[in-house]
């Protein structure tokens, strides 16, 4: 509709895109996502608004950090769980996907019963080591995984731990019992 009016012009632009809010996002996630010049043109955009008001951008994200600390943090743990549980899924589907012992097979659903045992200790690619969980996945990729890495489920591998130190304990218990008979 033509106005006379600018402002009543204004008014009826600005009723029409109200009403038609929900369309005209969605046309635009369409266009978003199908065509890559037109996303390639936005982040250039929003590349280029960020170095000029950097000072805005980083002011805009250190509010909303102070505002908002728990949610980022809980958001930032739940990232970091899910990415865990898909590293060990990954790592699982290349062992095989069950106990090397007792031969239970896993799956999505049952991850957590388990556990990956090194055969040689000294090689354990755990905490000390510098390879960090985010870098993991690479870092397999790139190197493929020991020799000496079997996946057992928990009880197994409480199992496997658990024979050196029963094994010295009756080792020592033979000696003491000697010694008290001598």
């Avoid at 009723?15 to 982040?43: F, T, V």
């Amino acid at each position: 509709m033509v106005y006379k009016d600018k402002n009543k012009e204004r008014e009826s632009r600005r009723n029409w895109r109200l009403k038609n809010k929900d369309r005209i996002n969605a046309k635009r996630r369409e266009r978003s996502l199908n065509d890559k010049e037109y996303r390639n043109e936005i982040n250039k955009k929003q590349t280029e608004w960020r170095n000029t008001h950097l000072e805005d951008y980083r002011g805009y994200y250190r509010n909303y950090y102070r505002k908002n600390h728990i949610k980022v943090l809980k958001r930032v743990a739940n990232w970091q769980k899910e990415y865990r549980k898909k590293i060990k899924i990954y790592l699982m589907d290349i062992l095989g996907n069950k106990c090397n012992k007792c031969g239970i097979i896993g799956g999505d659903e049952n991850i957590c019963i388990f556990e990956f045992h090194h055969i040689n200790e000294e090689n354990a690619w755990g905490r000390n080591n510098n390879i960090m969980v985010k870098t993991l996945r690479k870092w397999f990729d790139e190197n493929s995984i020991p020799d000496d890495v079997i996946l057992l489920c928990s009880n197994c591998h409480k199992l496997e731990h658990y024979k050196p130190h029963t094994e010295t304990l009756i080792n020592n218990k033979d000696i003491i019992t000697n010694d008290l008979v001598n």
